[in-house]
Structure formats: structure tokens, C-alpha cells
């Protein structure tokens, strides 16, 4: 259960309709004093009639009023600072709770962006939409806004006294991001949380990747995302099934296309189940279609962090599997960063002009010339392994 529905945040549905009333106290913090019944938040933050510009960036409604907006943000940082933000937003008439989501959502969606959106797009492939808010289209945009309005609706059920409210939004961004996801895949039919049960286990063989597949599959039927022109993201699976087998040769998107299809026959011997919990989320995502305009070209640095993201998330999963099957950590750890960064195709360093800089095998080279450097490059990553299996 969520912090949020620990404290009753959680909004009924009827109160995504703009006039529902709630029963609250006669009273409240000073400066908010309520003038008539109060609403849930304010829904649906990204469609036109809400808090945003025509552009779908968040904006307050009408003109704009930098001394109205400004007081909004120091008053929700005052009473985040002092624990009462969740009484004021309870005892808020509608136009006092819109200024505070307002005021709110212009603290919190910068956040976002950079803790949770921008990671997302690079790990989808989607470098466009990592470059910033204004490269947002489409499902990418719609899905950070969900995530902006998960965050604030988490703020809003706060009680405790936040010192720090931009590190707090940093750290929970993540969190609120995940707890509204779940929210979102129950209400499209899709499993919350999809695990291998042993039946399942046992008609895939025990296959390792098939069962992971197969959860890869649950969890992407109810991710309202694209994938590309594409029904599931194969490029993505190829590189996961890479890691996870030590084959990246056999490891392409047909051969992983054709794996899904084995995995869906095997689901489909379960057919009410299938209808609801497969087809059904499938159903209510947008079709897929080719792009109208071209790929924007990405800056060196964005194409450098997102090669070295991809490699560093399949390096992970390697040494994972090398580690669970029983190899020697530094030998494993050894092995798959000179089997990926020392044996790289060289298109991560395509961006750069000729002897613009030392190429990533060189520097690599130079760590494992260095046995204490390799020693703690070893032990840093053990760690990180370690982590990530907790």
C-alpha cells in the first residue's frame, strides 16, 4: 500500500468529475480558509481545461499572474516546510485547490522530467524525447504528465514536515511514478505485478529467458506506450536475451519475436484469462504507425549517455547470470566489460570528429593494464550487482 493510500489520498472515481463534493472541517490553516464544499484533485492535469498551456506544458488557467503564481509556490513550500500542506489541500474550496495544483505542478514537473523521464526515454530509445520537455510527443507526453500528477497527488498526502521539498520530490518521484503506473495497468486490465507461478514455469520448460519473457510480455501489455511501428519492443528484448543467454549472435529481433509468439500460444491455453488480462490491455493501446516527421538528430553527449546506458544495463545482466551460474566474480566482471566496451562496434564514438578525444577502448584498456584499478573497478561493480539483486 502506498503512502498515499495509507493517509485516503486516493481519489474515488466520481471525484474526477469537477463538482463532487467532499465533507471537510469548517476550519483550516490560515490563508486557505474554505469558502464551500472541496473536491479531489484536480484531474487530468494534461487536457485542455486544466492547469496547462495549449502548448501541454503546465500553466496556470487564464492570464498569467506572476505575483498570484509566485505567492501559490511559496505558499506550498511554506506549508510543505511546516506538515500542514495536506490539511490545507483537505479544506481548499475548488479555486484554491486549483492554485495550489498549479503552484505544485510547476515545482514538481522539472523534477520529474530529470528523475524519471529523461531515464525512461533513453532506456526506450526515444532521444528525441530525452533531449527535453518541448521534444514530448505523442504517449511520451502523456505518460510524464501522469507521472508529474502521481508526484503531486503523493505531495499532497504528505503530513510530515519537509525540509528539502526539491530533494524529497527527487527522491519520491520514482516511487509516486511506480505506485501511479500500478494504478493506472490495474484500471486498463493489465497485472499490477506480474510473477511466474509454477504452472506457467513449467509449460515454458523452466526456459530462464522464456520466463522472463513471458513477465516482459505482462508488463508491457499494460504500458500504454508504443513500440515504434511495432507491437512489442524486440529491440529491447534482443539486447535483454543477449545478456541473459551469452549469445548475442543468436540473440536478434526475429529470433525474439518468434520466442513471444511460443510464449502467447502458451498463455492462450488460458482463454478468459488471456482476453483480460493480454488482449484486453493490448486493445487499448494506440495503434501502431510510422513517425510523420524524421528522427530529430540528437547532440553527441545524448547519443554517448544513452550507448553507454544500453551497455551498461547489458553488461549488468551478464554479470548477473555469470554470477548466478556460479563463475568467479572478477573473472565474470573482467570478461563482460572487454567483451562490450573493448569489443564495441566503435558507434559510440562516430559522434565525436577524429581525435577529438581518447576512444572508450583505450581508457579501458589503460583500467585492466592497472591491477589495483581493476581491483576497485571489480569491486564497485560487485556492488552495484549486489544492489540491484536486493
Known sequence: MTTAEKSGSRRPAAHRRSGSPITRPAAGPAGLAPRGPAVGRIPDQRHPGAHQA???????DGPADRSTAGDADA??????????????????????????????????????????TRKV?????????????????????????????????????????????????????????????????????????????????GRLGHDRWLMDLALRILTWVGVPATAGTGLWPLDEWAQRRAGMTGDPSASTPAV???EAEQVLRVLRRR?????????RPLSLKPVPVAADLPDVPAPG????????????????????????NGQDPEATVTRVLSTLF?????????????????????????????PAVLAEVVGRVLGIVRETAD
Open 256 to 258: 525474439v519475436a518468434a
Open 342 to 370: 573493448l569489443g564495441g562496434s566503435g558507434v559510440e564514438e562516430m559522434h565525436r570528429p577524429p581525435g577529438a578525444g581518447p576512444a572508450a577502448g583505450d581508457r579501458l584498456s589503460a583500467v585492466f593494464d592497472d
Open 54 to 60: 495549449a502548448n501541454g506544458f503546465p500553466a496556470t
Open 121 to 201: 526515454e533513453q532506456r526506450r530509445g526515444h532521444r528525441a524525447c530525452a533531449q527535453g520537455l518541448r521534444q514530448l510527443t505523442g504517449s511520451c507526453l502523456d505518460g510524464f504528465h501522469d507521472d508529474v500528477e502521481a508526484l503531486v497527488e503523493h505531495l499532497f498526502a504528505a503530513t510530515a514536515p519537509i525540509a528539502d521539498l526539491p530533494a524529497w520530490l527527487t527522491f519520491w518521484a520514482p516511487r509516486a511514478a511506480v505506485d501511479g503506473h500500478r494504478r493506472r495497468r490495474g484500471a486498463r486490465g493489465a497485472l499490477q505485478r506480474p510473477r511466474m507461478t509454477r504452472a506457467l514455469a
Open 75 to 116: 505558499l506550498v513550500r511554506e506549508l510543505a516546510r511546516t506538515g500542514g500542506l495536506a490539511a490545507a489541500v483537505a479544506v481548499a474550496d475548488l479555486a484554491q485547490r486549483r492554485r495550489l495544483h498549479a503552484a505544485a505542478y510547476d515545482i514538481a514537473f522539472p523534477i520529474v522530467f530529470s528523475a524519471v
Open 301 to 324: 553527449d545524448d547519443v554517448a549517455e544513452t550507448a553507454i546506458t544500453e551497455l551498461a544495463g547489458a553488461a549488468l545482466e551478464a554479470i548477473t547470470g555469470g554470477l548466478e
Open 271 to 279: 482463454p478468459g484469462w488471456y482476453a483480460e488480462h493480454v488482449e
